[in-house]
């Protein structure tokens, strides 16, 4: 006759389910992405020891989307870095009458951290998002299907092609970007503080040193597999329909943003311990 009560739970329980549900949530797309890796490695072994059954013919046409498509925007966005870099570390330096050094801040910054870290965030949001529409739509639509109905593997014929042509372009897009930052750098520092295009040059040319190019190089190889690897995950992860692929999509760019930074942190450290 008495209905008993509802109880409410109280704010503290509510955002508590709320945190717990999110680590749960981060903690099954990290075992998703890992248990991804694992397989393509699997399947890149046989692919290597079968590679008619791989689909290694469209990885020209990927490696043209992903890496030539995008050298305007990365040539854009590295310059203006460089350009503000320089704006913004001449102000403090020209206070100590040291703004040759205005060099040393854009050419290390570019090679070590900003050049491979922006060309990676600008290849997660425009080729990481497309990898993942691509294999989520053919998800849904059951193409995917389809492929093992005809004895094609998925992964060796949809991801492998991908993580390969974003391996090969993202280290010659960093070194476009390097090249553009220094650039954007020098245009700067020959506007607003009167340093010579040739006095910059041997400025950078003395900073410089071999090891800050290829840990910018390995940086980049290691972004691009991460890229790849979480947008193809994400896509083969799809369930539903449209609207399903559009949350994928976005939770391509979120997650690859995010590792991103700490796989830049990680290697940061790696290579500070090993060039000591």
Not at 153 to 168: D, E, T
Not at 169 to 189: E, H
Not at 232 to 253: I, L, M, N, P, Q
């Amino acid at each position: 006759l008495f209905p008993t009560p509802v109880r409410t739970p109280e704010p503290s329980q509510g955002l508590v389910r709320r945190i717990g549900a999110g680590t749960y949530a981060a903690g099954q797309s990290l075992a998703g992405i890992v248990a991804f890796f694992g397989e393509a490695l699997v399947e890149l072994g046989g692919a290597l020891r079968r590679p008619r059954t791989a689909n290694w013919g469209s990885t020209i046409g990927l490696a043209e989307r992903a890496g030539a498509d995008a050298v305007p925007i990365v040539l854009i966005i590295n310059f203006l870095v460089g350009l503000v870099m320089a704006h913004h570390s001449a102000a403090k330096l020209s206070e100590y009458g040291a703004t040759i050094y205005v060099t040393d801040v854009v050419v290390l910054s570019m090679t070590r951290e900003l050049g491979p870290l922006m060309t990676a965030i600008i290849l997660a949001g425009r080729s990481g998002a497309a990898f993942t529409a691509e294999i989520a739509t053919m998800k849904v639509s059951e193409e995917i299907d389809a492929l093992r109905t005809m004895g094609f593997g998925p992964v060796r014929h949809l991801a492998l092609p991908r993580i390969f042509a974003l391996l090969f372009v993202t280290p010659l897009l960093v070194l476009v970007a390097d090249i553009i930052g220094c650039a954007g750098g020098m245009f700067m520092a020959a506007l607003n503080l009167g340093i010579t295009p040739e006095a910059y040059f041997n400025e950078a040319k003395r900073a410089l040193k071999p090891s800050d190019f290829w840990t910018g190089l390995v940086k980049s190889a290691v972004f691009a597999v991460a890229i790849a690897i979480i947008a193809c995950e994400r896509g083969f992860a799809t369930r539903g329909g449209a609207a399903e692929v559009g949350a994928k999509t976005t939770s391509t760019v979120v997650t690859c943003l995010f590792a991103l930074v700490v796989l830049d942190a990680a290697l940061t450290i790696f290579f500070l311990v090993l060039l000591r």
